[in-house]
């Protein structure tokens, strides 16, 4: 079965300043990864997703996540951090054939102005 | 393209009713479509996973018999919540599968008095 671990409840960073938030997976098989944000009393909002080639993505509104495969991670990055980047931010894996998207317990961002 | 909606966005229901929720993919047909629960501050859980025209299969601890879900067609499937209790608050999304990927519906929340 697949999981995802976001070690980190809740990430503040200094608008301007790179951020970056964890994500951590365990599949069989090849990974196919997600990222999602979700504002207060909103769905989700998809930022990027890994699923073969290139190990850094490039998605959304400037977010970018690096897929390593030997420590299994796929962290969230952004170069410089927004304000209106604050959110909830859930990372999501499933394997490769028809299973539903199993989501980490979220990270919550903070961006500081 | 891939919009997901879902009917109604919020609804407040006395205890021991029943609710209906609608999820509709808008612009593609969707054979698979999944329900997620959220509880404040919480990840998704998933709920079910509903194949047009056949039973959905739910996740180990989810009542089938509370929470009834039909995928009468490739763009509609609906989750009722049978006489609801104040714990069955929470924040429900369902999503629907195309191409190999995961569109999200933007969420009903769902009060019981």
């Known amino acids: 079965a697949q999981s995802v671990a976001q070690p980190e409840d809740q990430v503040n960073v200094a608008e301007g300043n790179p951020l970056t938030v964890k994500c951590t997976y365990s599949?069989?098989?090849?990974?196919?990864l997600f990222w999602y944000v979700q504002y207060p009393n909103r769905g989700l909002q998809f930022l990027l997703k890994?699923?073969?080639?290139?190990?850094l993505v490039k998605g959304s509104y400037g977010f970018e996540a690096e897929f390593n495969k030997s420590q299994t991670s796929f962290h969230l990055k952004k170069p410089s951090a927004l304000v209106s980047d604050s959110a909830l931010y859930f990372c999501?894996?499933?394997?490769?054939?028809?299973?539903?998207?199993?989501f980490g317990k979220g990270t919550r961002l903070s961006v500081i102005a | 393209g891939a919009v997901v909606s879902q009917h109604p966005s919020w609804v407040i229901c006395k205890s021991g009713t029943s609710v209906k929720i609608e999820c509709r993919s808008l612009?593609?047909?969707?054979?698979?479509m999944f329900w997620y629960r959220q509880f404040p501050k919480q990840s998704l859980m998933l709920m079910a996973t509903?194949?047009?025209?056949?039973?959905?299969?739910?996740e180990q601890g989810v009542e089938k018999d509370k929470f009834l879900i039909n995928h009468a067609s490739l763009t509609l499937s609906t989750l009722t919540v049978t006489s609801a209790h104040p714990e069955d608050s929470s924040f429900y999304i369902c999503?629907?599968?195309?191409?190999?990927?995961?569109?999200f519906g933007p969420g009903t929340r769902l009060t019981v008095t």
């Open positions: 890994y699923i073969t080639g290139d190990n």
């Open positions: 999501a894996v499933r394997d490769s054939g028809n299973t539903p998207l199993v």
């Open positions: 612009d593609f047909q969707a054979t698979t």
């Open positions: 999503s629907a599968r195309t191409g190999g990927e995961q569109y």
């Open positions: 509903s194949n047009e025209g056949s039973k959905a299969t739910y």
């Open positions: 599949v069989s098989g090849n990974p196919y």
